[in-house]
């Protein structure tokens, strides 16, 4: 009787298309620019605009923290959500934000599976995610009921990396949008990392 044989890459290839295929209905793009201009991005978005509900994911609880109040700062109704807060507090904010009580959650990388809302307008990842597996996360657990959400990921220098493991996992690219022109005095990080590369190539 002859064995099965079960082909591992043709099976990881299935699984990275249904990964990619999950959320192919999603608008997605990306800019690559410094950590100092995040917020100054994030703001040059929201202003003027009407989006009830703004998702914000970042690397860690202190990035949390310090997105949000900065956004208050900038006038914008915005609260966090991190493994500081107990579980009753986090409810408490989570209905708030359902209710529309407030337009940003700013949510920890730890609470990312702990966190599902459907309706979500925008989606911002100020940090990449970790992994192919924790981006469709963050869209698939919010999106459920809004086919026409957007979901933007901020790459600083040192993310570009990881971003682009995750666009190998999904088999495909995700668009790069230019910065605006408020945010486009200085090179980006992507700029400077070309450079870096071009320099070495002279040296050798």
Same mark, same amino acid.
Do not use: M
């Given at each position: 009787m002859s064995e099965k044989h079960t082909d591992s890459s043709s099976e990881s290839g299935l699984q990275d298309h249904a990964l990619s295929a999950s959320i192919d209905h999603i608008l997605q793009a990306a800019y690559v620019l410094y950590s100092k201009d995040k917020l100054n991005l994030i703001h040059s978005l929201l202003k003027g605009k009407r989006i009830s509900s703004v998702l914000v994911f970042t690397a860690s609880k202190t990035n949390a923290k310090m997105v949000a109040r &900065?956004?208050?700062?900038?006038?914008? !109704?915005?609260?966090?959500?991190? !493994?500081?807060?107990?579980? !009753? +507090?986090? !409810?408490?904010?989570?209905?708030?934000?359902?209710? %529309?009580?407030?337009?940003?959650?700013?949510?920890?990388?730890? /609470?990312?599976?702990?966190?599902? /809302?459907?309706?979500?307008?925008?989606?911002?990842?100020?940090?990449?995610?970790?992994?192919?597996?924790?981006?469709?996360?963050?869209?698939?657990?919010?999106?459920?009921?809004?086919?026409?959400?957007?979901?933007?990921?901020?790459?600083?220098?040192?993310?570009? %990396? +990881?971003? +682009?493991?995750? &666009? &190998?996992?999904?088999? %495909? &690219?995700?668009? +790069?949008?230019?910065?605006p022109e408020d945010l486009n005095g200085t090179s980006t990080a992507g700029d400077v990392v070309k450079k870096k590369k071009v320099k070495k190539r002279k040296r050798t």
């Open positions: &900065e956004l208050r700062k900038l006038d914008y !109704e915005a609260f966090d959500i991190h !493994e500081d807060l107990d579980l !009753e +507090k986090r !409810e408490i904010v989570l209905e708030d934000f359902i209710d %529309k009580e407030f337009q940003i959650l700013v949510i920890s990388d730890i /609470l990312v599976r702990e966190v599902s /809302l459907s309706d979500i307008n925008l989606i911002i990842n100020y940090d990449s995610p970790t992994g192919a597996r924790d981006y469709v996360a963050r869209i698939v657990q919010n999106t459920a009921n809004n086919n026409s959400a957007v979901v933007l990921t901020l790459i600083n220098d040192r993310g570009q %990396k +990881k971003f +682009k493991t995750i &666009e &190998e996992v999904l088999g %495909k &690219e995700v668009f +790069k949008i230019p910065l």
